[in-house]
């Protein structure tokens, strides 16, 4: 399990961010209990595996990187499973969000690995 370092801690966090991001509308407001469990389960496990990669990597790039995964994967989520749609502007708005994680990856300190 080498890849279950600072990046694959994260990029777990960044999965488990999709996976509780998704469920809400479920929820109704927190309202139904086990899409809520599900939920905070997974929200838990989110920030737990985030607090794990920030051992290794630097704070302001792991967070950048979870929150930039938790958009992402949310946002493909709606398109594909909820019917909503992409369209030019939310486009450019995704390639912007991942080029300012790249951004942020090249310009860290971290050896990049």
Do not use: H
Request: proline fraction near 4%; aromatic fraction near 14%; glycine fraction near 12%.
């Amino acid at each position: 399990m080498a890849w279950l370092n600072g990046w694959g801690f994260l990029l777990l966090a960044g999965l488990c961010e999709v996976l509780y991001a998704s469920i809400i509308p479920r929820t109704d407001g927190f309202t139904r209990l086990w899409p809520s469990l599900y939920c905070g389960f997974f929200l838990l496990l989110s920030i737990y595996l985030l607090s794990l990669s920030v051992r290794v990597l630097p704070l302001g790039l792991a967070y950048a990187v979870w929150v930039g995964i938790g958009t992402i994967g949310t946002v493909l989520y709606a398109m594909f499973y909820m019917g909503e749609q992409l369209g030019v502007l939310r486009s450019l708005c995704l390639v912007m969000i991942i080029a300012g994680i790249v951004g942020l990856k090249l310009a860290s300190p971290e050896p990049l690995a």
